[in-house]
């Protein structure tokens, strides 16, 4: 199991409730996103809980339980539910079963004993899901020098991937010392990516996207520490759980990176579908940017998530051709985005995304082209006249 599994309780007993949680929140496997107290709450928020599993005590109103078990599984076929109980009564497990239940839990919940049951149950259904979903669920942007405008592309593809209603997209700023997602955006954030690890354990759904800036695309936007200290501070492993627990929480994730390579920079390349490297045509950056690649294919599976994107296309009297770039870094460029200071300019002064300023010029072609590749199943619903997807219409 890659990814960090959101789970939900439901729970009307406080005892066997906090216990199942201090369970559920001591396996790294495993994320609580949402906690109920009565089965009536749980039914009502049936089609929004979403969640891979959800495990729904049996001990304190049986009846009422069954009907949750029953509502959940007809709003959601797929769902895996899983009744327990602190009793192991045939009777109750046949009820259980009738009501679509396909396993059984005893309480006090065995981790082990959890953890098969959830890889039995959702065995296949990566593939299957891979199938439908024909775009990676957390990506990278990086580069090998500063300057060659990650942010920008980072940016760019997060807004306009957030104005598809069909799902929510985060974006990570992971230049823990010096980012500037938020001056992109002209966002003053009340809390950063140190404050929500520091409550990590505490974070629910509703608790994550409360801690959360939303820009006005819809965009959830995570920046980087305040001060250098915190951002210091932040381990790598924990930085790892968080993202897999974004990863589970919305449709994308988009992590902009750091100007060097640091253990947190990795963390982000080890569990990203897709690793997007900008680069400008032109020696010193392709050297290092071959370099870079050289270093992923030392990992296993990282060369392989590489796409190229080239910026700022066309800036140079001396710039290198695209096939004598491809050549140097044995990978083919799989975009190109033209040169456009004044545009791109105009929109940083204004902290706006370029299709703000510059809706329908070619760089914003080319990011919608971005866009539409990443995520080629999306339907682009976009507003009239100011929709973002305005282009593929």
């Known amino acids: 199991m890659k990814d960090l599994i959101r789970i939900v309780v439901v729970d ?19 994320w609580v996103a949402e906690v109920f107290t009565t089965y009536k709450e749980a039914a009502e928020r049936a089609r929004d809980i979403g969640a891979e599993v959800t495990v729904v005590a049996l001990d304190h109103a049986p009846n009422h339980a069954f009907e949750l078990i029953a509502t959940l599984i007809a709003a959601n076929p797929d ?24 396993e059984f839990l ?14 039995h149950l959702l065995r296949g259904r990566d593939d299957a899901q891979t199938s439908k979903m024909q775009g990676p669920r957390i990506f990278t942007v990086t580069g090998a020098a500063g300057g060659v405008g990650c942010t920008t592309v980072a940016v760019n593809l997060a807004t ?29 954030p009340d809390r950063t990516l140190s404050d929500v ?5 505490r974070l629910d759904l509703t608790l994550l996207k409360r801690s959360i800036i939303q ?33 589970a929480a919305f449709g994308t994730v988009i992590v902009d990176t750091s100007i060097g390579l640091h253990a947190s920079d990795f963390a982000a390349f080890e569990i990203s579908d897709l690793i997007l490297i900008v680069v400008q045509l032109e020696l010193l950056c392709l050297r290092n940017t071959a370099r870079l690649i050289n270093l992923f294919r030392q990992f296993d599976g990282l ?30 460029i799989s975009w190109q985005i033209p040169q ?32 539409r590749s990443l995520w080629p199943f999306l339907e682009c619903q976009a507003k009239p006249k100011r929709g973002l997807f305005a282009a593929f219409l």
Request: proline fraction near 5%; aromatic fraction near 4%; charged fraction near 25%.
């Open 12 to 30: 009307p007993n406080e005892e066997s409730r906090a216990l199942l949680q201090h369970t559920l929140q001591g396996m790294a496997e495993f």
């Open 79 to 102: 769902a895996v539910v899983l009744p327990a109980s602190q009793s192991t009564d045939s009777a109750l497990i046949l009820k259980s079963l009738r009501a679509g239940a396909r």
């Open 106 to 119: 005893t309480l006090p919940i065995e981790p082990a004993e959890l953890l098969a049951c959830v890889a």
């Open 160 to 188: 306009i991937l957030a104005s598809s209603k069909q799902h929510e997209t985060m974006l990570v700023d992971l230049d823990l010392m010096f980012g500037t997602v938020d001056a992109c955006l002209d966002i003053v």
């Open 197 to 201: 690890i520091q409550h990590f354990e």
């Open 215 to 247: 820009h006005s695309s819809g965009l959830f936007v995570l920046p980087h520490p305040v001060s250098m200290q915190e951002a210091a501070a932040i381990d790598p492993e924990m930085l790892r759980r968080l993202l897999s627990m974004l990863r």
């Open 303 to 332: 060369a392989e998530k590489v796409k190229l994107v080239a910026n700022r296309v066309g800036s140079f009297d001396t710039e290198i051709s695209l096939k004598k770039a491809e050549e140097i870094l044995k990978t083919t």
């Open 340 to 371: 456009a200071n004044k545009i791109f300019q105009e929109a940083r002064i204004k902290g706006v995304p370029l299709g703000d300023v510059a809706r329908g010029s070619r760089p914003h072609q080319v990011f919608l082209e971005m866009a």
